[in-house]
């Protein structure tokens, strides 16, 4: 598949941020993106702390954002009766811009629905109507973010245009889906991981699918970053900077993620079962049929997962095409957790928001006990 153009080579305008200053043969600049230390330091008013893949967080920080969204989730359960949730002002008087390239379900409702609950605000920005870039450089889009907002998320096509807004931002950048990661979605898992299982030491997870893929991609570090397991099977060539990634991360973890040649190899006995969408966002309709054909062999049906344990679930971070990835008895069935995945959306977002944008905030909350009558 031809390699998508991102909204920043698109649209953005000819500026020294963004281009050489000369060619020595005279010939017309070479485009860059990014900004590069030749060009001098950023005059940034503070240092942010930018999530653009898993490999940004450590097994400890993840563990602290988990046990923060679980004393959210238990909070949001009392608030209706109550009318109280202790979390309802810990992002008061913040702004999240929220930059969309890409269509958006569970992100943009996750998004505003938890900074609102937070006491704060989500700004929607759809690129697709107003190009980044179009009448201002992405440096001079950054810094002026940077002074009015708290965070940035974004979701969009290429990782190239929100490296190089993370590279000017003073705010926090986080990546609501590009094609090299989904780390948001990643802590929607592990947190539905942690309620079905208990614990995520020895589990085993198996992917089916796509291994070309954003998701894939931040699966394989998750693992190799939290010390489980992760069988993959399906096709698609995973770039070699995903593995380096990974391998550097088991050198200390331990776990193992391993290719199997089939669905039926990859899923003997493990604990978790995981596929998503073979049509990902941009995939032409003429190529639907042969996606269909290539993945097929890896369609999680009810005889598939028996080979996985008895108490196995099932995840798919949505959404979901019954006849696909999985059949319609599998993702219907009593072992599929899809919705507690999907809703674990807002919950983990809610943390990693606060870990982020208010970082003193979010250690003080660990201080207190995140849940009353607990040691």
């Not at 702390?49 to 450590?58: Q, V």
């Not at 000017?168 to 898992?189: E, F, G, K, R, T």
């Not at 085993?204 to 069988?231: F, I, P, S």
């Not at 599998?330 to 899809?338: A, E, H, L, N, T």
């Amino acid at each position: 598949m031809a390699e998508q153009q991102d909204w920043l080579g698109k649209f953005d305008n000819a500026t020294s941020f963004l281009y050489t200053a000369h060619n020595a043969n005279g010939s017309t600049p070479t485009r860059r993106l990014g900004y590069e230390n030749s060009d001098g330091p950023l005059p940034v008013e503070r240092t942010a702390r930018h999530l653009l893949t898993m490999c940004d967080l450590s097994r400890e920080e993840v563990m602290n954002i988990l046990r923060v969204a679980t004393a959210m989730k238990e909070s949001r359960r009392t608030f209706m009766d109550t009318g109280f949730d202790r979390f309802s002002e810990i992002l008061k008087g913040c702004s999240l811009l929220t930059l969309f390239e890409k269509p958006s379900l569970r992100t943009r409702v996750s998004l505003e629905v938890g900074m609102n609950q937070m006491g704060g605000q989500a700004i929607f920005y759809s690129i697709a109507d107003s190009p980044l870039g179009a009448k201002e450089s992405i440096q001079d889009t950054g810094r002026v973010l940077s002074r009015m907002c708290q965070g940035i998320t974004a979701r969009v096509t290429s990782r190239k245009g929100l490296r190089s807004l993370a590279q000017v931002s003073s705010i926090p950048v986080i990546n609501a889906l590009d094609d090299y990661a989904h780390p948001m979605q990643m802590c929607a898992d592990l947190l539905t991981i942690f309620e079905h299982k208990g614990s995520i030491n020895g589990l085993t997870m198996a992917y089916m699918g796509d291994l070309e893929n954003n998701v894939t991609y931040d699966l394989m570090r998750t693992a190799a970053l939290m010390g489980y397991n992760l069988n993959l099977a399906g096709s698609g060539a995973i770039e070699k900077s995903v593995w380096t990634e990974v391998n550097a991360l088991t050198e200390k973890s331990g776990s193992k993620v391993t290719v199997f040649p089939t669905a039926k190899e990859a899923i003997s006995g493990v604990d978790i079962v995981y596929c998503d969408s073979w049509m990902s966002y941009g995939i032409p309709k003429d190529e639907e049929e042969a996606r269909k054909k290539l993945f097929m062999p890896f369609q999680v049906t009810t005889e598939l997962m028996k080979l996985a344990k008895p108490d196995a679930i099932f995840m798919n971070c949505l959404p979901a095409a019954r006849g696909m990835e999985q059949t319609a008895e599998v993702i219907d069935g009593p072992q599929s957790v899809v919705f507690d995945q999907a809703e674990n959306r807002l919950h983990a977002q809610k943390a990693l928001l606060v870990f982020l944008i208010a970082p003193k905030r979010f250690m003080e909350t660990l201080v207190v006990p995140l849940h009353p009558g607990r040691p």
